[in-house]
Nanobody
Framework: QAQLVESGGGLVQAGGSLRLSCAAS????????MGWFRQAPGKEREFVAA???????YYADSVKGRFTISRDNAKNTVFLQMNNLKPEETAVYFC??????????????????????WGQGTQVTVSS
């Protein structure tokens, strides 16, 4: 069975940076699209970023220019570099995986319903 384990969350001041990691096992990592989502208390889970098997990234408008998604296929790991963090971005950040479908547009991977596997999440707290 597939397993995703997030790490790297913590407490950071507004304007600071964090780098999240998601280690995958039990799947052919290089054939999967990977996504990051977040969920603040009392709110719906929202899309943050996704990366295709061809290394093309896609971002929510709210994080564009500040966040960078990347992957290391040799380590079966996807990363999310988060810069200039804002207090409203305090949330549990989740990693997700789904087999990449080459004919699908990259925007398809911004929808949480398309993902088959999810990690347990890592807490990110941004203080003001």
């Amino acid at each position: 069975q597939a397993q995703l384990v997030e790490s790297g969350g913590g407490l950071v001041q507004a304007g600071g940076s964090l780098r999240l990691s998601c280690a995958a096992s039990g799947l052919t990592f290089s054939s999967y699209a990977m996504g990051w989502f977040r969920q603040a208390p009392g709110k719906e889970r929202e899309f943050v970023a996704a990366i295709r098997r061809n290394n093309i990234g896609y971002y929510a408008d709210s994080v564009k220019g500040r966040f960078t998604i990347s992957r290391d296929n040799a380590k079966n790991t996807v990363f999310l570099q988060m810069n200039n963090l804002k207090p409203e971005e305090t949330a549990v950040y989740f990693c997700a995986a789904v087999a990449d479908r080459k004919s699908y547009a990259t925007s398809y991977y911004s929808t949480e319903g398309v993902y088959d596997y999810w990690g347990q999440g890592t807490q990110v707290t941004v203080s003001s």
